[in-house]
Structures are given as C-alpha cells and as structure tokens.
C-alpha cells in the first residue's frame, strides 16, 4: 500500500497539535506496512537558492525522534517539501505581513518541468494565502503526476485542493481527514472562502475521516455531509521515555497550573485568565503558566496587569520539545479551556506525565479521557473551584492521574494507523 499525503506541518518543524498528529499517524501507518510520501510546503533560504526543489530530509526526523526508540518505520516515510509562504496557523493578515517581509525583484513566473523535481517558483509567492493554496495545488498536481501511489490522503482546508488536484490527476481515490473546521477556528464567524473549500473537499472526497465524534456531528450539521461518508479516528499520544530525566520535585508550598497552546479565541485563554482571579483570592501561592504565542496576547497581558496577578502569572511563549516535557513535568496541573477543540492531544500529553487534566466539554478528548477534569469552558467559576480542588487534595490528583493511566492504555497511533488502514483498503 502506498499512500500520497499532503499536509501543512510536519516534524522537526512544528507549531501545534497538527504537526504531532501528522507524525504520530505516519508512524502508525507504517509500522502497519504502509509507504508514504509526505509533501508539505516550506519556505527556504532564499539567498542559497535560484529554484526549488523537492527535499527529501527524512534524516532529520531521526533526530526528532525519541532517543531510544526504534526509527525503523522511517524507511518506509519520504518528506519531501515544496517552496512556499504556506505555514502552520496563517491567516490571511499574517501570509500578507509575510509577503511584505521578503523582497521579490524580476518578473514573476511559475514554470514546472515535466519530468524533473524542480519547481521554478521562485519569487512568486501570490497576492494573498488563498493564491498559494491554488499554486500549492498545481504542484500537487505534478508530483501526482511523478509519483506512484494508490490513495491521497489530506489534513485540513490548506491541503484539500491539493488534494482534489491529485485526484483529477491520478483518478485514485482522496481521504480528507479533518483536524479542525473553520467552525472551530472562528466561531460563527466563519471565512466563506475557506468553508466553501471545506465543504468542497469533503463533497469530493471517497472518505472523510474525522478525529472525535464532536467534530463529525459539526461536520453533519454545517456541511451536510452524510454520517456514512466520515469515520471517526481518534489521536493518541506517543510514550516518552526521556520524561523521567527531568525529576522534578514539586514544592509543597508553590503551585503551578499550565496552560500550553495558541493564543487565540478557539483555545479559551481569557477564560484561564479570568479563572485565575478567582484562584488567587483563595490561594495566592498558586503561579499560572501560559505558554503559546497568538493574537490574544497582547489583550491577555494588560489584562493579567488589570487584574494584578502580575507576579503570579507567566507568559513564557511558544515552547517546543523538551521544554514542553519541562512544562508538563513541573506541573500540577494542567488546563485546557477551549471553546471548540475537535480533539485537544496536549491533554493526553499531560496524563502522559501524570499532571491531572481539567479539559472544556466543548473537546474532542473527552471521547477518550474519560477520567479528565470537565468543564464548560465559559464557567469560569467551576473551573477555579476544580483547580483549586486538585491543588488542595492530594487524593483528587491521584485518582485523576491513576485513572488516566488506564485510559492511556487504549489509545496508540497504531490502533489509529490501523483504522486508516482499514478506510484505505475498502477504498481501493
């Protein structure tokens, strides 16, 4: 089985849930004998280059990997990636900050050859994100074209006319697998270009795959797609042998609560914010973590001034790797508010690390962790009283953090690889 997948983050380079999942599913896909060419967009160094290339760097994920564990399911992964503006969580405000960031001289042309990997398109990024998606698309276009494969597979609206190209192509059956809807993203508010692309990826899709029931309903209700059409196929979470170096011993005295994630409307930090007033009047040795970058910040840090909970609240910025084990380890306990989270894996990371979890019930997660925390994440009074109640009973976090364990037992990416399997092999 050989599968073409189109993606828009992928390790090393990641920046949130997407890149994670991405590399948990290809993993489990080929543990279960599955070849995979994965292309994603990146942007090079322009000073090195006059053309762009397909790059296999498959070598760096080696050092992405855990250390310990086996990388023999790599033979069977390719990445390769295409020069483009593209980039994990741009809007169009951010691509058009971008385009204006790098100087473009000559005249702009895009010119693909036929039977080569090399893609002329230097200096023309297009005029806005949706321009970059269509080229994005012409490429995929030729690389389906080049490569053998007998199913496309897709994540998200960024990648769906790449996907759609591929089809019209090869003729081989598409997967459309959602992470997030633009519901998701923006509320009701929603950008009609990329829900007509949503909507359009998902009526021309053979599959559509889904990771929570809460996001296949949305998917029901706002697309009209029929129930038969999607299958639900939940994330998981990888086992990190490198959490235990850290030992942390966690002050009996000082308290830390941890928010890890974006910093924008569909995550809820306002509400965190907000929570923690509410925490400090009853526990003030209590310090708040907020780790992420997004375009809620700057609101969020005169409003932490507002409230004066300036010596008991951190805004670290976006964390990667280690130091998001670090964050999870000192931790007492972790939250996740979001307002509409088709899964949420940065919960199962923290039961992961035993950090007992307090999740929105607007989550995907939920479907699966079962023994978390729940809240809705407008009820800003109950979840200060559940941080406080963990904080403040030892015999709360370990039941929480005990019955995680148990539920972590049922969720790998190789029972989700073989699930996808099982779409693809009906497919073809």
Known sequence: MKVLMFGWEFPPHISGGLGTACYGLT????KKGVDITFVIPRLTDRTTRSHVRLIDYTDALREYAVQGTTTKWLKRLKVMAVESLLAPYVT?????????????????TTK????????????????????????????????ASQESFDVIHVHDWMTIPAGMEAKYVSGKPLVVHVHALEFDRS????????????????ESADHV????????????EYYGIPAGKISVVHNAVSRQESFNKYHVKKSPLRKYVLFLGRITFQKGPDYFVEAAKLVLEKARNTHFIMAGSGDMMPRLIERVSELRMGSNFHFVGFLRGEDVERAFAMSDVYVMPSVSEPFGISALEGA??????????????????????KVDFWDIRELANKILGVL?????????????????????????????????????
């Open 27 to 30: 993993q489990g896909l080929s």
């Open 187 to 202: 509320g009701m508010h929603v950008n009609q270009r990329i829900y007509d692309i949503e909507r359009a990826g998902m």
């Open 92 to 108: 169009e405000e951010t691509y058009l900050e971008m385009v204006k960031k790098i100087s473009s001289t000559g005249k702009k």
């Open 112 to 143: 693909i050859a036929e039977k080569s990997d090399v893609f002329d398109l230097s200096n023309d990024y297009g005029p806005n994100i949706f321009e970059s998606v269509s080229r994005y698309a012409s490429i995929a276009g030729v690389i």
């Open 352 to 373: 992961v690390y035993d950090t007992p979890v307090i999740v929105s019930r607007q989550s995907g997660v939920t479907e699966v962790l079962n023994h978390s925390l």
């Open 392 to 428: 403040s009973y030892g015999g709360i976090h370990d039941e929480i953090t005990s019955n995680a364990k148990k539920d972590l037992r049922n969720i790998t990416w190789e029972m989700a690889g073989s699930k996808i399997l099982d779409v693809y092999t009906n497919l073809i």
């Open 209 to 220: 795959i889904t990771v929570s029931h809460y996001t296949k309903a949305r998917i029901i």
